[in-house]
């Protein structure tokens, strides 16, 4: 069986079932009710599970269970010093590390925070906070967000951060300094000529595990790769039907795998053509591949965000699932060759993780 | 002591209780005690930097006021969700 944690603006929908047998999931809870669940994942690592809560009462937390079906506690120590101006307002993403008890929680306005006891609190990467540009970075349409947190399999001292809209960010020393990695992409939303070092909105980043030096990348316009560890990037978005998307994820077994669901544009962010299509890889961006069968192609126009895709497994019998705005959410247990849905009518769909 | 009153899910969040007893000379000084009392709910309230978050509302006797304002022995404060902050 599967399990599926789908974070919606209106809670946490906890789904089981089997991609096998093509029919919906069952609902095995609803947490979180009337909240903006930004995020949920389980901790492969501890089986704990954690989930991103906005309140718009009173705010931005990161929860924890043992069991999404009962008690959520909150985490601690999420927030700005009291010094700054800045105020926590999301939580985007959280990822487990490459050591035990290491987590990192991505955050709006931009930020990365560290825990070392798998979740329970949390501290604030200073070194990223105190870049000099940081009172010049600006917002991309969803927030100015930490969203992608690419860890190097085996090495906790090696990081890649995106973020929307100052670009991808390379650490090799667990955080302790950061340098800009952006050689390659092309702003076509500023002027020619203009400065683009941090004006760069990266809308989600994802790395190989079997070639860690391998990236891909969805930009505000564009498909990249980069095959240095995000030094720099190489555009592989022909054969698209456009370049514009937030969701993507890759084949953890296929380094030259990389699955997107591309949308119009950043003035008509649905999908395109009325036809819900995800796009793969297998090629790493030489050539691309719509994997259709079993969604909506006529008069769908969806918008999935930026975590609402999610791969479970590897290898021919990968799991694929995604949910759109429109609260419905599809699956996939042969990578992508068909389709079912997974569970119609939820809320507006943020996040897709599986268990 | 002041008294405050919580419900769901503050009231949750301070072991369940209803009304909180808490002696301090401002409604900062007495959520700031709040939390430190219940360290779960850190944040809830007030923001990282002290204040009132801009959808909860906090009465003393009746009268709306922000962290500021002080807080006499005998008042009865509650701590309420705000109209405006729930999500569409």
Redesign the interface.
Known sequence: MTELLVGTRKGLFVLEGDAGSEKPFEMKARAFPGNVVEFAIRDPRTGTYFASVTSGHYGPRVMHAADPTGEWEPTTGLGYPEDDEWTLERIWAIEPGEADGLMYAGVAPAGLFTSTDGGMTWELNRALFAQPTRKDWQPGAGGLCLHSIATWPGDPSRLALGISAVGVWLSDDGGASWRHGNEGLVPRYLPEGADGTIDLCVHNMHRAPLRPERLFMQFHGGVYRSDDAGETWIPIMDGLPADFGFPMVIDPSDPDSAFVIPMIGDDDRVTVDGRVRVYGTRDAGETWTALADGLPQEDAYLTILRQAFAADGQGPGMGLYFGATSGDVFGSGDAGATWFSVRERLAPVNSVRVS | MATVKLRA??KD?AGGNREVSIDAGSVGEVLKELERQH??M????L????HV?P??NVFVDGERVREDAAVARSATIHVL??IS???A
């Open positions: 899910p503050l969040l360290p779960r850190v944040g809830w309230v923001d990282e930097h002290g978050r959808h909860v969700p705000s902050g729930g999500c």
